[in-house]
């Protein structure tokens, strides 16, 4: 009699040739043991190790003096037009939305090894206007968030605030100009009681911080909540 195991392996193998899973960086055919990343990509991607010291590392000292935060961690170090990037923009603009729910998982996973995600009580990730989320149909935060929760079992908080207008792209601005964008286009619901609870803000790349502020400012107006910060890439400015 056939194992459930071997029906397992037959089923998978069968919608790989059907349906096979590319590397979201070099586009590479996946393994059967490979997420959204092949085993080369992942390994020369350029990993920051925030993890192992979240309270004070590059990405936590960015919000020093503007936010109080517990702790803070990127997976990799971003750099547009890289390789690496092409990630991000499939994830964001090509229609790739479970490329964020796998990075989710894969970082959830691996930043859970350092004991990254004790205490924390909700996952807030960082909303997009309702016009782009149409326009996009899911919002790529939403999607990381999804895998993190999945890999700890720490729900999605994703009503808490909400965005209520954005003046375009943070992408082509400068940092003072990127502050200035995202200032109170957060709002939270008066509905919603999150007093003393340690929310993780989650957004896919952090470079100025300036929306990540904003959104842990709004959130920060609740009695006695604590904020820590995830990304998948950080960005030196």
Known sequence: MTSQKTRISFWQRLFDMVCPKACGVCGRRLGLNEEVLCGTCNLHLARTGHASHPTDNEMAKAFWGRISIEKAAALFHYQP??????????????????????????????????????????????????????????????????????????????????????DGSQTDKHRWQRNENVENVFQLRPDQDISGKHLLVVDDIVTSGATVCACAKELQRAEDVRISVLSLGFTKT
């Open 81 to 166: 037009q890289s390789q690496t990037a092409r990630l991000i923009y499939n994830l964001k603009y090509h229609g790739h939305e479970d490329f964020g729910e796998r990075m989710g998982e894969m970082t959830a996973r691996e930043f859970d090894e350092k004991g990254f995600f004790e205490g924390i009580d909700g996952i807030i990730p960082v909303p997009l206007t309702k016009g782009r989320q149409r326009e996009r149909g899911y919002n790529q935060s939403e999607r990381i968030a999804r895998g993190i929760s999945h890999a700890t079992g720490i729900p999605i908080l994703d009503c808490i605030v909400v965005r209520k207008n954005f």
